[in-house]
């Protein structure tokens, strides 16, 4: 889940850090003895405020006393956007957000919150699709929903239609269009029956253990990559020639990186041309990847 909400906090611009691996895990096991936690609870509240116009608020916490006062607020502004999680805007003021689960929901609510917000104002009649109010680009998500919405040919919703209709109408959209194209134009999904909660937060722990276990590989790879290039600078031939050998290689090197992301959305809607498995070493492949060095054969290593 880490990983998912950093990404969003990402896109909707959080400017105040925890964005590397295991700093929003801390802030949230530390709850409401975090500043960073509750930093980013009011953040998530005054741009949810800024777009929605609320009559609640949530303030800053200058001191250990404001808590109390934070929690009141906090309830009370949840309950005027329609949270509908009891645990979030009960009343049982001892046991408020002493769950870390409770806490996680608190974030993942508000920023989809956040996100759908900007997403209606974004599509409210006459107002700009380039650019917000503040003057902000608007992020990747805002971004491809726009592409969406132009691509099926929907016109714009207005802010009073609520975030479920909206993307229920782009759905039997979606489907209508998926009837009038050729039948193999697309392969079947992957995952061909809707899926209960319990199933979903599996499916998504699932997702984060491949992850991990593919960022150690990357990581892996990624240092034999370093590891080779530094060997070739060992021979006498590419002495004189170090800075343009680096040069070449970070152009290549500088985009990769050791975790390479993929959200619950992405597993959600692959399909089933995914299960094709294609040989690294058929002739097709190999006429395009060898190379004279393959012919080059090791010389005898000497014992010390």
């Given at each position: 889940m880490e990983a998912e909400l950093q990404d969003s906090l990402g896109d909707l611009g959080y400017p105040n850090g925890?964005?590397?691996?295991?700093?929003?895990?801390?802030?949230v096991r530390e709850g409401l003895t975090s500043k960073s936690y509750i930093g980013l609870v009011i953040w998530l509240g005054e741009q949810l405020d800024r777009v929605c116009k609320l009559e609640e608020k949530v303030h800053p916490v200058r001191e250990d006393a404001d808590l109390e006062g934070f929690q009141i607020e906090l309830r009370s502004f949840l309950r005027e956007?329609?949270?509908?999680?009891?645990?979030?805007?009960?009343?049982?003021e001892g046991k408020y957000l002493e769950e870390e689960k409770t806490r996680w929901r608190l974030i993942d609510f508000l920023v989809s919150e956040l996100a759908s917000a900007r997403i209606l104002?974004?599509?409210?009649?006459?107002?700009?699709v380039k650019r917000q109010k503040s003057g902000v680009d608007l992020s990747p998500a805002e971004e491809s929903f726009q592409r969406v919405l132009k691509c099926v040919d929907l016109s714009q919703p207005s802010l009073s239609v609520p975030t479920?209709?909206?993307?229920?109408?782009?759905?039997?959209?979606?489907?209508k269009?998926?009837?009038?194209?050729?039948?193999?134009?697309?392969?079947?999904?992957l995952i061909v029956s809707p899926l209960q909660p319990h199933q979903l937060e599996k499916l998504g722990e699932m997702n984060k253990q491949m992850e991990?276990?593919?960022?150690?590989?990357?990581?892996m790879l990624l240092k034999r990559a370093d590891v080779t290039v530094q060997s070739?600078?060992?021979s006498n031939r590419t002495k004189d020639k170090e800075g343009a050998l680096q040069e070449v290689y970070e152009k290549q090197r500088l985009p990769l990186r050791e975790r390479c992301r993929v959200s619950l959305a992405q597993v959600m809607g692959a399909r089933k041309d995914l299960m094709n498995v294609v040989k690294t070493s058929n002739d097709a492949v190999r006429s395009r990847t060898k190379t004279p060095i393959n012919k080059v054969l090791i010389g005898r290593v000497m014992r010390v």
């Open positions: 925890l964005m590397e691996e295991g700093e929003l895990e801390k802030a956007i329609g949270c509908p999680h009891g645990t979030l805007t009960g009343d049982d104002a974004i599509c409210q009649p006459g107002a700009p479920a209709t909206i993307f229920k109408t782009l759905e039997t959209k979606i489907k269009l998926q009837d009038e194209v050729p039948p193999q134009h697309l392969s079947s999904p991990e276990e593919y960022c150690v590989r990357r990581r070739l600078k060992w």
